[in-house]
């Protein structure tokens, strides 16, 4: 598997400011997704991240909070927009090439205040 | 009724012991299977991936599939405090959407 770095590793923002996360990917990989895990709960798929075309929302997430950009096939980035204490979370990217196995960054915690 | 079900535990078992975790689903339509681990502050790292039923096995580890009781485990044999970490239970259908579980969260005492 590709290895996946995500910057930041953590921050402490705000209520009503925004946050933009990256992730690299080592090697060209075919899909890349984006995740979030509450506290205590599962992963939740937020998105697909298209290269070079509009991300594609899962159920519940929309473009306006959860802006997402994949100018090429290493990189990705999620922006949290206008964020509340809700949106404390740990939000993770992951990269899937061939097969259906997914492979997951180390995550960026996030706290809101 | 959530699509994957977990018992988020904690599981505490002394070393050496075999752990034993399982995940209930409901959509029939999963054919991909996946156990995760998850240590504190990290992301999800892959352990097991299995398709359709059956058995698999990887050194100390066991994963099992059963598709007609909608029912997957994970055994860990002769475990080891490095074992200790979250486990999360993962599938799919033919597709690349992921269902995950809660996550069990195990400790294996020296």
């Known amino acids: 598997s590709a290895v996946i770095s995500q910057k930041p590793s953590r921050d402490i923002c705000q209520r009503g400011t925004s946050l933009t996360i990256q992730c690299q990917v080592d090697?060209?990989?075919?899909?890349m997704f984006w995740y979030r895990q509450q506290p205590g709960q599962s992963l939740t798929l937020i998105a697909t991240?298209?290269?070079?075309?509009?991300?594609?929302?899962e159920s519940g997430f929309v473009i306006d909070k959860f802006p997402i950009s994949r100018p090429n096939l290493t990189f990705s980035t999620l922006t949290v927009s206008n964020m509340s204490p809700e949106d404390s979370s740990i939000y993770l990217c992951?990269?899937?090439?061939?097969?259906?196995?997914?492979?997951f960054g180390p995550g960026t915690r996030l706290t809101v205040l | 009724q959530k699509e994957v079900e977990q018992d988020p535990g904690p599981l505490s078992v002394p070393e050496g012991a075999i752990v034993s975790l399982n995940c209930t689903y409901s959509?029939?339509?999963?054919?991909?299977f996946m156990w995760y681990r998850q240590y504190s502050r990290k992301g999800p790292e892959l352990l097991m991936y299995t398709y359709s039923s059956g058995n698999k096995e990887d050194g100390r580890f066991t994963a099992q599939v059963d598709k007609s009781s909608k029912y997957i485990s994970l055994f860990i044999r002769d475990s080891q405090p490095s074992d200790s970490a979250t486990y999360l239970c993962?599938?799919?259908?033919?597709?690349?959407?992921?269902?995950f579980g809660a996550g069990t969260t195990v400790t294996v005492r020296a």
């Open positions: 090697s060209q990989v075919t899909m």
């Open positions: 993962a599938m799919s259908a033919n597709d690349y959407k992921l269902s």
């Open positions: 991240a298209n290269q070079g075309s509009e991300a594609t929302y």
């Open positions: 959509n029939s339509a999963f054919q991909y």
């Open positions: 992951s990269e899937r090439t061939g097969g259906t196995e997914q492979f």
